[in-house]
């Protein structure tokens, strides 16, 4: 459903994205992880269209993004980290501003505005301007707008920013229920114990290029670490376990 292909974004002498291939079926849930400044945000702004890769290509559905890409848009849902959201609509005003960018019937918008203000427990909130929502209102309203359309892709940084327990389980299942249904989910996330329990396959990436794809099992594989939890694995192949070395050298003994 996602294909990526010899991907490379340069900044000026600045590799940020080098050489990334990626193949992602329909159904999949997959995390996307990295330390700060891998190139995480860079692939997800490519795989938007929001930025123009240096060379390489990305397809949705089929699609080359760059060749067509408000079909290949029309195919994506997106839940960016710093999402911006209009605060003098109210909440059901903000899914029928969204749902119309997609050229949905009127009866189905409405159908499933419902739907996702009741799930999200904002049924109450519906006529009520978004600015006096909480920030993890804002949160699932974003999310809800982005599922709106029922896509076929989903792409996601950091789904979980802002919500509490009860809105971050909500989140999961709604996921897990789409992945289920075939909608591609793509998750890029610092929660490595979020990744390890719903994602399919995990890739990691360190200095624009992907170090690992797998199941955790095989990121375990690899690490050569048989018994380790994902975050061990994650910082055995980004390198960061050194950093352990070092606090443990800068210890002062009594």
Do not use: W
Not at 140 to 153: E, M, N, Q, R, W
């Amino acid at each position: 459903m996602i294909k990526i292909e010899n991907l490379i974004k340069k900044y000026q002498s600045l590799v940020a994205v080098d050489g990334l291939n990626l193949e992602i079926p329909k159904g999949q849930l997959f995390g996307f992880l990295g330390p700060n400044g891998a190139g995480k945000t860079t692939t997800i702004k490519l795989l938007m269209g929001l930025l123009k890769p240096t060379s390489g290509c990305i397809s949705i559905g089929g699609v080359n993004i760059h060749e067509d890409p408000v079909l290949a848009k029309a195919m994506v849902g997106y839940i960016p980290d710093r999402p911006y959201i209009y605060n003098k609509l109210t909440g059901m005003e903000y899914l029928e501003f969204i749902a119309d960018l997609f050229s949905m019937e009127k009866k189905l918008v409405q159908n499933r505005a419902s739907k996702f203000l009741e799930f999200f427990d904002l049924k109450d909130f519906a006529h009520e301007l978004i600015e006096g929502y909480s920030h993890g209102m804002k949160q699932k309203l974003i999310i809800s707008g982005a599922l709106i359309h029922a896509p076929k892709v989903v792409v996601v940084d950091e789904p979980m920013v802002g919500l509490d327990p009860r809105g971050a389980r909500q989140v999961k299942n709604l996921f897990r229920d789409f992945c289920r249904e075939g909608t591609t989910v793509f998750m890029s996330t610092h929660s490595l114990g979020i990744a390890e329990a719903m994602c399919h396959r995990v890739g990691i990436i360190l200095k624009g290029k992907m170090i690992a794809v797998g199941s955790v099992d095989d990121l375990r594989y690899q690490a050569e670490q048989d018994h380790s939890d994902l975050e061990e694995i994650f910082l055995k192949l980004t390198g960061d376990n050194d950093m352990q070395s070092l606090v443990d050298s800068l210890k002062v003994t009594g």
